[in-house]
C-alpha cells in the first residue's frame, strides 16, 4: 500500500528540547509541522542516557527554557543539579503542557533528505515507509545523539550481558553480585561507576585517558533559594544570554600568572567548593589560552586526586597529565575518586596496559584477561557531526552532506550550510553549543530560525541558502578563534578525535553565546547578510 506524500511548511528532526522548542515557535507563527524521532517519547538525549547516576552539570534553574515565564514559574526543580528522571519528567512536563505531542511522530527514523530543486522542498524519507515534503527542513538532532561505534576487537563474543550509557534499558539494570567492567572515563563514566559501584559485587575501570572531575557539591534545593530565583528570573535569563558559557559567573580580571600562589589556591579552592563547571576555568582571563596558566589548575585537581585516593599508583594514574584543563569536557562528580578507596574497584591504566580484546570472560588486555560478569560501556559519541551525517541528506545537484563534510563540517553559524537550502542546524558545528549550557543555545537558534523563517514570509522569499564565501568567512573566524585557546591541543570529541577517521578540526564556536548572539542578530538585522534569497517571483514554488 502506498502512503500519499504530505505536505507540510516544516519537519523538524529530533524531539528533544531543541525540537520541542522549535514546534512551539512553528506553531505560534502558523506553520504546518511534522517532527519524527526514533524514541518513544520527547527528551533526546535525557530519554536515552538513563544510566545510574546520570545527571546535568549544569544547574538545575538555568537548565530550563526561559522562553515561558509561566512554565518557569510553575516547574518546582528539587536539586542543584538535575537528574536524568528528573529532566526527562521536565521535558514530559513541556510536550503536555503545550500540547506538543500531537505533531510529534515517535518511534520513527529520519533516514534521508533530499532537497528538490524543482518544487522547492525538501523530501523526507523515515523507516516507517512515510515520505513528508516540507519547505524548510530543521535538524534538532542533538551534540551527543549518535553513539561512537565500539571499536575494540571481539566485543561480540562476551558472553555476558552488556549495556552502553547512551542506550540503557528503561527498566533499570540490577547489578548485585555481579563482577563489572565499566570501559570508559568521560562524564558519562564519571558519573555512573560511583553508583554501579556501591551495587556490584566488584568493578573494574578501564581508563584510557583521565580526566579533569570535581565534585558537583550536589545538594536539594532550599525553598527560599528556589523563590528567590523565581522572582528574578528574568534578569537571570538575560545574564545568560550575555554569557560566555550560558551561565552567568563574575568575569575574571587578571592572568593567572599575576597572582600569587596562595591567591591561586584560594580562588581555584572557592572553585572547587562551589562545584561549578566553569568556577576553575573562569577563574583567571588566561586559563584556556596559556599554557603555564592553565598548568596552575591542572595541579590544583591532581593535588586533590592525590590527596583523595589512597593508593599512590592508582591517584597518579587517575591524574590527567597529557591535555590542558577545559580542552576534554571536564566533568563534575559525587564520590567518583573515592570510589577507588573501594577494596571491590580495581582501576586499570589502559596506557600501561591496552585493551587487546574483548572475551567470552572478559577483557583482555597486554597484562592479563580480567573475567566479569557484565561489561558497561561509556565510551562516548560521534559528536557534533554523526547525528546528521547518519542521514542521508543531499542538497543542490544531490551532493550529499557526507561528501561535503569529508574533511571537517563546515557551516555558517552553526545554522545553516551552503548547497542545502532552507535547512537549518539548531546547535550545529561552528555555533557554540557544546561549550554553552545547551538550553541557552537552542533556544537562541531556534528564535533565530524562526525569525528568519518570519522574515522570509513577510519578504515574499521561499527560498535561503548561506553564500560559499561567507561560509568560508564564519569558518576561518571560528577557526582562529579556536587556535588561540588550547582545545586543539587535546584528542577530544570537540575535534573528532575520539572517533577513529574522522577529520581533526575543532567544531565549536569560543567567542561565547553573548557575542555569537551579538554577531547572529546583526547578520539578521543586515537582511541576513550572507544569505541569498529567490524573489519573490518564486513564491508560486509553494
Ligand atoms: P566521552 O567523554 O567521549 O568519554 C568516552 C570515554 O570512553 C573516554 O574515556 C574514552 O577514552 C573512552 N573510550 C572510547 N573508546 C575507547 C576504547 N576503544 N577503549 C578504551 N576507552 C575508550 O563520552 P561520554 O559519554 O562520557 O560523555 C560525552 C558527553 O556527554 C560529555 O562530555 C558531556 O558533554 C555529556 P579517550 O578519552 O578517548 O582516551
Given at each position: 500500500?502506498?502512503?500519499?506524500?504530505?505536505?507540510?511548511?516544516?519537519?523538524?528532526?529530533?524531539?528533544?528540547?531543541?525540537?520541542?522548542?522549535?514546534?512551539?515557535?512553528?506553531?505560534?507563527?502558523?506553520?504546518?509541522?511534522?517532527?519524527?524521532?526514533?524514541?518513544?517519547?520527547?527528551?533526546?538525549?535525557?530519554?536515552?542516557?538513563?544510566?545510574?547516576?546520570?545527571?546535568?552539570?549544569?544547574?538545575?534553574?538555568?537548565?530550563?527554557?526561559?522562553?515561558?515565564?509561566?512554565?518557569?514559574?510553575?516547574?518546582?526543580?528539587?536539586?542543584?543539579?538535575?537528574?536524568?528522571?528528573?529532566?526527562?519528567?521536565?521535558?514530559?512536563?513541556?510536550?503536555?503542557?503545550?500540547?506538543?505531542?500531537?505533531?510529534?511522530?515517535?518511534?520513527?527514523?529520519?533516514?534521508?533528505?533530499?532537497?528538490?530543486?524543482?518544487?522547492?522542498?525538501?523530501?523526507?524519507?523515515?523507516?516507517?515507509?512515510?515520505?513528508?515534503?516540507?519547505?524548510?527542513?530543521?535538524?534538532?538532532?542533538?551534540?551527543?545523539?549518535?553513539?561512537?561505534?565500539?571499536?575494540?576487537?571481539?566485543?561480540?563474543?562476551?558472553?555476558?550481558?552488556?549495556?552502553?550509557?547512551?542506550?540503557?534499558?528503561?527498566?533499570?539494570?540490577?547489578?548485585?553480585?555481579?563482577?563489572?567492567?565499566?570501559?570508559?572515563?568521560?562524564?558519562?563514566?564519571?558519573?555512573?561507576?560511583?553508583?554501579?559501584?556501591?551495587?556490584?559485587?566488584?568493578?573494574?575501570?578501564?581508563?584510557?585517558?583521565?580526566?579533569?572531575?570535581?565534585?558537583?557539591?550536589?545538594?536539594?534545593?532550599?525553598?527560599?533559594?528556589?523563590?528567590?530565583?523565581?522572582?528574578?528570573?528574568?534578569?537571570?535569563?538575560?545574564?545568560?544570554?550575555?554569557?560566555?558559557?550560558?551561565?552567568?559567573?563574575?568575569?575574571?580580571?587578571?592572568?593567572?600568572?599575576?597572582?600569587?600562589?596562595?591567591?591561586?589556591?584560594?580562588?581555584?579552592?572557592?572553585?572547587?567548593?562551589?562545584?561549578?563547571?566553569?568556577?576553575i576555568l573562569t577563574s583567571y582571563t588566561d586559563t584556556l589560552t596559556n599554557a603555564t596558566a592553565n598548568n596552575y589548575a591542572q595541579e590544583f585537581i591532581r593535588d586533590k586526586i592525590r590527596d583523595i585516593v589512597d593508593d599512590p599508583q592508582t591517584a597518579e594514574d587517575l591524574c590527567p597529565k597529557t591535555y590542558p584543563m577545559g580542552t576534554k569536557r571536564p566533568c563534575l562528580d559525587t564520590n567518583y575518586y573515592a570510589t577507588f578507596n573501594r577494596d571491590d574497584v580495581e582501576l586499570v591504566n589502559l596506557r600501561r596496559t591496552p585493551i587487546e580484546c574483548i572475551t567470552d570472560k572478559g577483557v583482555k588486555t597486554t597484562d592479563a584477561e580480567y573475567e566479569v560478569d557484565t561489561i558497561v560501556y561509556a565510551t562516548g559519541f560521534d559528536a557534533m557531526t554523526g547525528a546528521l551525517t547518519r542521514i542521508d541528506i543531499r542538497g543542490k545537484d544531490g551532493q550529499s552532506l557526507r561528501d561535503v563534510w569529508a574533511d571537517g563540517p563546515v557551516s555558517y553559524l552553526g545554522l545553516s550550510i551552503s548547497g542545502f537550502p532552507n535547512l537549518f542546524t539548531v546547535t550545529g558545528p561552528s555555533s557554540p553549543s557544546v561549550l554553552s549550557n545547551m538550553m541557552v543555545s537552542i533556544e537562541q537558534h531556534v528564535d533565530w530560525i524562526s525569525d528568519c523563517i518570519q522574515w522570509m514570509n513577510d519578504q515574499g522569499h521561499t527560498v535561503l541558502e548561506a553564500t560559499p564565501e561567507a561560509q568560508e568567512e564564519w569558518r576561518a573566524h571560528v577557526e582562529v578563534q579556536g587556535n588561540l585557546t588550547l582545545y586543539p591541543q587535546a584528542d577530544s570529541w570537540y575535534m573528532g578525535a575520539n572517533v577513529p577517521g574522522k577529520p581533526r578540526v575543532f567544531m565549536a564556536y569560543i567567542g561565547g553565546v553573548g557575542v555569537y548572539r551579538v554577531v547572529c542578530d546583526s547578520i539578521a538585522a543586515q537582511g541576513y547578510y550572507g544569505y541569498v534569497t529567490d524573489g519573490a517571483s518564486a513564491m508560486a514554488a509553494k
Open positions: 500500500m502506498s502512503i500519499e506524500t504530505q505536505i507540510v511548511d516544516a519537519v523538524i528532526v529530533g524531539a528533544g528540547f531543541g525540537g520541542m522548542y522549535q514546534l512551539h515557535r512553528f506553531r505560534n507563527m502558523g506553520l504546518t509541522t511534522r517532527v519524527f524521532d526514533k524514541a518513544s517519547d520527547v527528551g533526546g538525549t535525557w530519554y536515552w542516557n538513563r544510566y545510574p547516576g546520570a545527571r546535568c552539570d549544569v544547574e538545575s534553574m538555568a537548565y530550563s527554557y526561559s522562553f515561558s515565564p509561566e512554565l518557569e514559574q510553575e516547574w518546582q526543580w528539587t536539586e542543584k543539579y538535575p537528574t536524568q528522571p528528573e529532566i526527562l519528567r521536565y521535558a514530559q512536563h513541556v510536550a503536555d503542557r503545550f500540547d506538543l505531542r500531537r505533531d510529534i511522530t515517535f518511534d520513527t527514523k529520519v533516514l534521508s533528505a533530499h532537497w528538490d530543486e524543482g518544487v522547492g522542498r525538501w523530501r523526507v524519507k523515515t523507516d516507517g515507509g512515510e515520505t513528508v515534503e516540507a519547505q524548510f527542513l530543521i535538524m534538532a538532532t542533538g551534540c551527543l545523539s549518535a553513539p561512537k561505534e565500539i571499536d575494540i576487537d571481539g566485543a561480540a563474543s562476551f558472553r555476558g550481558p552488556t549495556y552502553a550509557t547512551h542506550s540503557w534499558p528503561h527498566e533499570g539494570v540490577d547489578f548485585s553480585g555481579q563482577r563489572v567492567a565499566v570501559i570508559g572515563t568521560g562524564s558519562s563514566g564519571i558519573q555512573t561507576i560511583p553508583e554501579v559501584a556501591k551495587q556490584a559485587a566488584s568493578m573494574v575501570v578501564f581508563q584510557r585517558t583521565p580526566n579533569y572531575s570535581m565534585p558537583a557539591q550536589n545538594r536539594p534545593l532550599d525553598p527560599d533559594e528556589i523563590a528567590a530565583m523565581k522572582a528574578k528570573y528574568r534578569d537571570f535569563r538575560k545574564a545568560q544570554r550575555e554569557s560566555g558559557f550560558g551561565v552567568p559567573v563574575p568575569q575574571p580580571t587578571m592572568p593567572a600568572g599575576m597572582d600569587t600562589a596562595d591567591g591561586r589556591q584560594q580562588k581555584f579552592q572557592a572553585g572547587w567548593d562551589e562545584g561549578s563547571l566553569v568556577a
